[in-house]
């Protein structure tokens, strides 16, 4: 089953969209990605949620710091140890992201 993923951070000032296949990227594998982080979670709830909220974070965050589109976030996450493939060959496609912009208007002097 193909289940969409759509996240934003704050008010949309920064978006990803990931395609998760769940027959390929199974609770069994999103489990093994959670302990081998050792990630803060809701054991409680369905591990491939869990997963691809850390997963949104980490894209949104390569995006910002790095300037990166979705091209050099999936090559980010194909270059850091423990993070599956964005490309689809593990189940799980990087459909859009956006940083976060910074704006010096937003920055107050006490």
Same mark, same amino acid.
């Given at each position: ?25 199974? $609770?069994?594998? !999103?489990?093994?990605?959670? *302990? #081998?982080?050792?990630? @803060?979670?809701?054991?409680?709830? &369905? ?8 997963? $949104?974070?980490? !894209?949104?965050?390569?995006? *910002? #710091?790095?300037?990166? @589109?979705?091209?050099?976030?999936? &090559? ?16 799980? *496609? ?17």
């Amino acid at each position: 089953m193909i289940k969409r993923y759509n996240y934003e951070y704050g008010f949309g000032e920064a978006t990803v969209s990931f395609e998760v296949d769940t027959d390929i990227f199974t $609770a069994e594998l !999103a489990n093994e990605t959670l *302990t #081998f982080f050792c990630w @803060n979670y809701d054991k409680d709830a &369905d591990p491939v949620d869990e997963v691809m909220k850390k997963y $949104a974070l980490e !894209a949104i965050k390569q995006a *910002t #710091f790095n300037n990166y @589109n979705e091209f050099g976030v999936i &090559d980010a996450f194909n270059n850091n140890e423990g993070f599956g493939r964005l490309d689809g060959s593990i189940g799980i *496609t990087l459909k859009e992201v956006t940083g976060y912009e910074f704006d010096e208007s937003q920055l107050t002097i006490d």
